[in-house]
T-cell receptor, first 113, second 112 residues
Framework: EPEVTQTPSHQVTQMGQEVILRCVPI?????FYWYRQILGQKVEFLVS????????KSEIFDDQFSVERPDGSNFTLKIRSTKLEDSAMYFC???????????FGDGTRLSIL | DAKTTQPPSMDCAEGRAANLPCNHS???????VYWYRQIHSQGPQYIIH???NNETNEMASLIITEDRKSSTLILPHATLRDTAVYYC?????????????FGGGTRVLVKP
């Protein structure tokens, strides 16, 4: 069964550094998403992306965050200058269309020191 | 999106059916009910969704009341691997509302 894959599984970064989290969505999917989950808290929506542009973003997704689909297979989340509070699990998801189920990867654990 | 209410936790016996309730009394006519689960340290896993008819797939059944104000997810024969947090999510069917809003879910513990 096709699945969403995320790399790396764990990323440790110094505060203030840039980090890029990578995702390979399911191949025929057209809608892409990032969510995050701070330890012990709820899964929170960050951004959705379709047709090479952001279709929706949350208040969390400020100017420090950006997303990109640099080629036909990867979908990335960049945090420009990381803060301690960015430490969380980051989940990528994809769906065939906007009204079909989203399928999630197993996440990247981001630890900011 | 309409708010959902789920019990914070429940236990069930291995091999028995697990019935997980969800209240969504403010649901609108164009909102679907989705169920996801999250096994420890993994990403959320899609289980099933429905609008107003009952639905069944290889993982579970979804029973939606006629007034659509509540639903029940049924795991027909719970196994230890079904131990997870289960999320009931109501989502508008439309391009502008395709984000998922997760609540606290129900922590299900399947016991031998």
């Amino acid at each position: 069964e096709p699945e969403v894959t995320q790399t790396p599984s764990h990323q440790v970064t110094q505060m203030g550094q840039e980090v890029i989290l990578r995702c390979v969505p399911i191949s025929n999917h057209l809608y892409f998403y990032w969510y995050r989950q701070i330890l012990g808290q709820k899964v929170e929506f960050l951004v959705s992306f379709y047709n090479n542009e952001i279709s929706e973003k949350s208040e969390i997704f400020d100017d420090q965050f950006s997303v990109e689909r640099p080629d036909g297979s990867n979908f990335t989340l960049k945090i420009r200058s990381t803060k301690l509070e960015d430490s969380a699990m980051y989940f990528c998801a994809s769906s065939v269309s906007y009204n079909q189920p989203q399928h999630f990867g197993d996440g990247t654990r981001l630890s900011i020191l | 999106d309409a708010k959902t209410t789920q019990p914070p936790s429940m236990d069930c016996a291995e091999g028995r059916a697990a019935n997980l309730p969800c209240n969504h009394s403010t649901i609108s006519g164009n909102e679907y009910v989705y169920w996801y689960r999250q096994i420890h340290s993994q990403g959320p896993q899609y289980i099933i969704h429905g609008l107003k008819n009952n639905e069944t797939n290889e993982m579970a059944s979804l029973i939606i009341t006629e007034d659509r104000k509540s639903s029940t997810l049924i795991l027909p024969h719970a196994t230890l691997r079904d131990t997870a947090v289960y999320y009931c999510i109501v989502r508008v069917a439309g391009a502008a509302g395709n984000k998922l809003t997760f609540g606290g879910g129900t922590r299900v513990l399947v016991k031998p």
